[in-house]
């Protein structure tokens, strides 16, 4: 038997920490021990029941997990391994990380680099990972330090959050849209040389406005990424990984055609290993332990539940790691 985070749909959905028997355990390749799980947004709907997350019934929550192998089939793969799973539908259609005990496929599974802990893995989590991928987005399409301000949107979030750790330790300049003004010391400790209100993004805007961004980084979709797109500068490059305000996107081709912009899609769930390690490597590099620890708050798994209502309410900054143990 083991303790796991159980979302039930019935007559009623349910979400509940209770016992579940080993033999419930999933087809995979690699057994594996929990030590840190954590809550991001895609949690959030599944265990409020806020959004179609979950698509088969009953789902152990949960689509982030770091800790030990304890058997394993998988070449790659063998007991005492640590080990980081994103992503790959867990949580979703295979069950999830938010309990004791999991069982996931070797393909899916990161080498835990030795720069971080179980717990700052988890501190980390998709929505680190994610905003990693944002930033070698940019690179990748040439963004340099000096080529102007970097807009984040979905400021303190999680994504938001590291993305303006990870940007402003590379040399950016960091403008930070919240809407929670009292957070601005918490963002400018993170890295940011100045904040937005989100409401002038957040309302429908004109499809083509003054150029301010050489890039962006926005895990919030809808209105507040048409007009990230429509104040992009000529050649500007936009990263977008979420949809925190929607997924609609009200915006015309008149940035692309006239501007030059790239909109770059960037996914987590089902990226190729080569691009997760690549991520894992640049975070071990270039993301300060210290201020991961000042963005992380870390849970039990019986106050998991609690934590996912709060999160969905916008009542959370940061990253919030669940202690499994």
Avoid at 10 to 23: G, I, L, M, P
Wanted: hydrophobic content about 45%.
């Amino acid at each position: 038997m083991f303790k796991a985070l159980l979302l039930e749909k019935n007559e009623t959905f349910s979400a509940t920490v209770k016992e579940v028997d080993d033999a419930a355990l999933p087809a995979g390749d690699v057994t594996v021990k929990v030590d840190y799980s954590t809550l991001n947004y895609k949690d959030g709907l599944a265990i409020t029941n806020k959004g179609p997350v979950v698509r088969h019934w009953p789902m152990v929550a949960g689509i982030d997990g770091a800790g030990t192998v304890l058997e394993s089939s998988h070449p790659a793969w063998r007991a005492g391994d640590a080990f980081i799973h994103n992503g790959w539908g867990v949580g979703e259609t295979q069950w999830g990380c938010l309990a004791e005990k999991a069982r996931l496929k070797g393909d899916w599974l990161v080498k835990l680099p030795s720069a971080f802990t179980a717990r700052q893995a988890m501190a980390i989590g998709t929505a680190g990972y994610t905003a990693m991928l944002c930033v070698l987005a940019l690179e990748d399409h040439g963004v340099k330090p000096e080529a102007g301000e970097v807009l984040v949107t979905g400021a303190t979030g999680g994504v938001g959050s590291v993305a303006i750790a990870l940007l402003g330790k590379l040399g950016y300049t960091v403008v930070a849209a919240t809407g929670k003004a009292s957070e601005e010391a918490y963002l400018k400790s993170l890295g940011a040389a100045s904040i937005i209100d989100r409401a002038g993004l957040s309302a429908a805007g004109k499809p083509f406005q003054k150029e301010r961004w050489a890039a962006v980084v926005d895990p919030v979709g809808s209105h507040t990424l048409a007009n990230a797109l429509a104040q992009t500068r000529y050649g500007g490059v936009v990263a977008a990984c979420g949809l925190a305000q929607g997924a609609d996107l009200p915006t015309t081709v008149m940035p692309f055609i006239l501007r030059g912009v790239t909109l770059a899609g960037v996914d987590s769930v089902m990226a190729p290993l080569p691009k997760r390690q690549r991520a894992w490597d640049r975070l071990a590099r270039d993301l300060n332990p210290q201020l991961l620890e000042s963005i992380t708050t870390e849970v039990t798994l019986d106050a998991a539940i609690a934590k996912a209502h709060e999160l969905m309410s916008g009542q959370l900054r940061g990253r919030v790691v669940v202690k499994i143990g």
